[in-house]
């Protein structure tokens, strides 16, 4: 009879197990279609930018879109948004939006260190708590995607080339 107690608790342990395992392969692979799907429309949002102007997806035109994950302190997007600075003019295709969780007086001084100037098409905005960083799971800074008519176009994680982003964005 004690053998019988041993092989009922082993079979229910390893069913146990077999059972949470699988809870949470089907758990993680939800999260990661959903995070899929999340970035694959221009996603919607309303934040300010430096002017205390509250931006929406309804005021980006539906061209081509370029979202920038920056962070001023990062070194990396540091060289990114100088590059892009120098090669501005060559991204009149498209708009851009610059996304940091950065305050405005952060943002401000870095763009005066860089001597950053934006043209009307480009859009630096703040997402203080990082709800659209989140919302869009970005787990790489800097982190680009491009937009073409509402629909995901291109994503790159870490530092791409100015040439890269001008090449996909007409």
């Not at 079979?11 to 970035?39: A, D, P």
């Not at 060559?90 to 763009?111: C, P, V, Y």
């Not at 001597?115 to 990082?130: R, T, Y």
């Amino acid at each position: 009879m004690r053998s019988n107690n041993k092989i009922t608790i082993a079979l229910t342990c390893i069913f146990l197990t077999l059972l949470i395992s699988l809870l949470f392969l089907f758990r993680s692979g939800y999260h990661q279609t959903r995070k899929r799907t999340n970035q694959e429309s221009l996603p919607l949002f309303g934040l300010y930018d430096l002017k205390g102007n509250i931006i929406s997806t309804s005021d980006v035109d539906k061209g081509f879109v370029l979202f920038l994950f920056y962070d001023p302190s990062c070194e990396t997007c540091r060289d990114e948004l100088i590059k892009i600075n120098i090669n501005r003019e060559r991204f009149q295709n498209g708009q851009i939006i610059f996304l940091s969780t950065q305050s405005k007086n952060d943002i401000e001084t870095f763009l005066q260190t860089i001597n950053f100037q934006v043209l009307s098409n480009m859009h630096f905005l703040i997402d203080p708590k990082g709800i659209l960083i989140e919302k869009m799971d970005i787990n790489h800074i800097p982190c680009a995607f491009i937009y073409k008519d509402g629909k995901l176009f291109k994503k790159f994680e870490g530092y791409v080339k100015v040439e890269t982003l001008i090449k996909y964005m007409g």
